[in-house]
């Protein structure tokens, strides 16, 4: 252990995806996605889904927006698309990895776009899109930088969401399995690290799972096809390099009891199931009894073929990867909690804490019980996949980006990282920030919203020049990086 607590090979770096970063949406052979149906949004705007739907569609947290007559595919010529270009890696992944490289990055996280390998999502492979992702890994184990890949971010191919309904689809299932199964192969001996879903407890979004009709038992028996994926391919992997890391991910936001009263402890506990039960079923491989009486309740009935149940008991993952943002409360009476923004949706305030100004609580101590609590239930190594300040930065007269409000952030919740490591005796693998380099917001579509070390000339109305700008923060986690460094 080194004297700063974290241990040897540590690994440090940042967190993105495809669908936020990459860009060149139609280009090199890529076809199009669920996330480039995304307009953008701002804080009091929602991002609007562009979509040929019919007007049944319903539960999204978004607008499902009609497409007007006329409009080709799923583009509406009048509304803006952040992640068509994003603030395009595609074109700067040389560039990107270096300036990486200078903060002294040991890895980077990045998603893989599914239609960028098979355009409809179908088994049909675009070597151009092989061949970017895998200059992509080269340029990075230049630098001595481990790729650490997201099979799936938040999007699906659009025909598969069209023809399939995603996946409410039992063959989406053997689709995803030949994507899987391609990019594991092909990219055996330069990536280790693997995660199958992003937030695989984000199940009510169309543009993350493709399905239409979110009710309980469409969600649901989509989450059993992902559930199957995931087994399917930590199992895969492991045969293919049995040196292969494949995890989970989840978006971790903890509950806390809005009091002692014993009906609020309650409550959390509840509440805090909404994530466990995807932790659940992937670590353990099988269903949590709670569930299984939620379903009985609901009259949710998971079809289920032969052999699923031993395809999820053999494909339990390695490790548990998360994102952690914020905490929330919970209440047996909800009417005692006053609502601020959050990760994906609203959450209830904590009066004990600050908010970032999207209203996300910051809670630097949570990052600290959520390791604990997730490594006391289920004793894995744990991989804080993303964590981060979402705030708005200006370029002061000096052209410099002075974030000492992202500074202090990080400061506190890499202390808190640390005493979970030290003082708790947790297992942690490494720590990557979101969005270590501005890219597009996932739940609101705004540019505005900056997670980034670097920033990148882009607005939210599509003007800028790209170009990169290393904010103050960037020198201070390279010497962050520079003195935990193993010995
Ligand atoms: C997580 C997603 C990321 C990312 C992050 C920040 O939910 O995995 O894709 O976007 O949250 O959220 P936002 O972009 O909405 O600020």
Known sequence: MHKKGFPKGFL??????????????????????????????????????????????????????????????????????????????????????????????????????WSRICPKGTKEINEEGLEFYNSVFDELLKYGIEPVVTINHFDMPMYLADEYDGWSSRDTIDNFMFFAETI??????????????????????????????????????????????????????????????????????????????PEDVMAAIIDNREKEFFIDVQVNGAYPSYKLKEFEREGVNILKEDGDDEILKNGTVDYIGFSYYMSTVSAANKDDLEKTGGNQRTFAKNPYLNASEWGWMLDPMGLRISLCQLYERYHLPLFIVE??????????????????????????????????VVLDGVDLMGYLPWGCIDLVSAGTGEMKKRYGFIYVDMNDNGKGSLKRIRKDSFYWYKKVIESTEGA
């Open 12 to 113: 440090w770096g940042g967190a993105t995806a495809a669908n936020q970063y990459e860009g060149a949406y139609l280009s090199g052979g890529r076809e199009a996605a669920t996330s480039d149906a995304v307009t953008a949004g701002s804080f009091d705007h929602p991002r609007m889904i562009t979509y040929k739907t019919d007007d049944n569609a319903v539960g999204q947290t978004e607008r499902m927006g009609k497409l007007p007559d006329g409009a080709a595919g799923l583009i509406d010529p009048e509304s803006y698309y952040p992640s068509h270009a994003a603030t395009d890696f595609y074109h700067h992944y040389q560039e990107d990895i270096r300036l990486f490289a200078e903060m002294g990055f040991k890895s980077f996280r990045l998603s893989v776009s």
């Open 387 to 420: 964590n981060g300040l979402g705030a708005v930065d200006s370029i002061e007269e000096d052209g410099q980006i002075h974030d000492d409000y992202r500074i202090d952030y990080f400061r506190e919740h890499i202390q808190a990282a640390r005493d979970a």
């Open 184 to 261: 594991l192969r092909r990219y055996k001996d330069k990536v280790k690290y693997w995660m199958t879903f992003n937030e695989i407890n984000f199940m009510k979004s169309w543009v993350y799972t493709g399905v239409r009709n979110n009710d309980l038992q469409h969600q649901y028996q989509a989450s059993h096809h992902m559930f199957l994926e995931s087994a399917l391919t930590v199992s895969l992997a492991h045969q293919i390099n049995p040196e292969f890391k494949v995890g989970m991910m989840v978006s971790y936001v903890p509950s806390y009891p809005n009091t002692c009263r």
